[in-house]
């Protein structure tokens, strides 16, 4: 039997919800489960009601996107789980591929490239991705970066158990802190050099509007992992 994908998609005041939940649906992968976490939306929930009879939608009271991914994940069926902002799209075979590097790679967590689009889907800058790196030199990155796109993730469930979820006391940075944990519990994090999502930079996005504070709780995260991780370089090598 093919593992089951769980689709994860935070939702809050979004109008581009429909090209994420389309995208998720054209999947050339069959096993695939969507969940739309309604993270206490004022605007543009009439836009979820065409996909309703395809899609799970998961209410909740509104608190950040950490909060609503972890709502998604502890409701998911599925064996493992990708993250897609509803301001985001995936490409047609992006779980189907990412899959099978993952099976054939033997991990539990991967992420992979991806194209910048703008606020009319256009294509702004293909592979914006890094270019393929070592487990080495992805742990240096690592050390004042953050080399991985959140919504190119894909994790295998039962990963969350050994790791814990999103820290939902960082609005902005629960990602690297996530990543930084389980390469500080000693997984690999492969890079599949293949531009399978589409990343919408535009005015509205939490990354342009919070820069400044975004800057600020990063340092605040490297500076606690600084020392695990560099000790963790070191013993690679580096």
């Known amino acids: 039997m093919n593992p089951r994908v769980s689709i994860v998609i935070p939702f809050y005041n979004c109008p581009y919800v429909p090209q994420a939940i389309q995208s998720a649906l054209n999947q050339t992968?069959?096993?695939v489960e969507i969940i739309v976490v309604n993270d206490g939306s004022t605007r543009h929930e009439e836009l979820l009601q065409p996909y309703l009879p395809h899609i799970n939608v998961?209410?909740?009271?509104?608190?950040?996107?950490?909060?609503a991914l972890n709502h998604g994940i502890r409701h998911a069926s599925g064996d493992y789980v990708a993250w897609l902002s509803s301001d985001d799209f995936f490409y047609p075979d992006k779980i189907r591929y990412q899959l099978?590097?993952?099976?054939?790679?033997?991990?539990?967590?991967?992420?992979?490239n991806f194209h910048y689009i703008n606020e009319h889907s256009d294509v702004t800058k293909m592979h914006g991705g890094p270019e393929p790196m070592s487990e080495l030199d992805c742990l240096r990155r690592f050390n004042g970066g953050?080399?991985?796109?959140?919504?190119?993730?894909?994790i295998r469930k039962d990963l969350f158990?050994?790791?814990?979820?999103?820290?939902?006391?960082?609005p902005y940075t629960h990602d690297l802190d996530l990543w930084l944990r389980m390469l500080l519990n000693g997984h690999r994090f492969p890079y599949l050099n293949e531009p399978l999502t589409a990343y919408r930079w535009h005015g509205g996005m939490g990354s342009v509007r919070h820069a400044d504070a975004i800057g600020r709780e990063a340092s605040m995260v490297w500076s606690r992992y600084r020392e695990p991780l560099l000790q963790r370089i070191a013993a690679l090598g580096g």
């Open 161 to 170: 158990s050994g790791v814990g979820l999103f820290n939902e006391l960082l």
């Open 100 to 112: 099978e590097f993952m099976q054939r790679e033997n991990v539990l967590v991967s992420h992979t």
């Open 29 to 31: 992968y069959a096993e």
């Open 58 to 67: 998961l209410g909740k009271s509104n608190g950040g996107t950490a909060s």
């Open 146 to 154: 953050n080399p991985v796109n959140g919504c190119t993730v894909m």
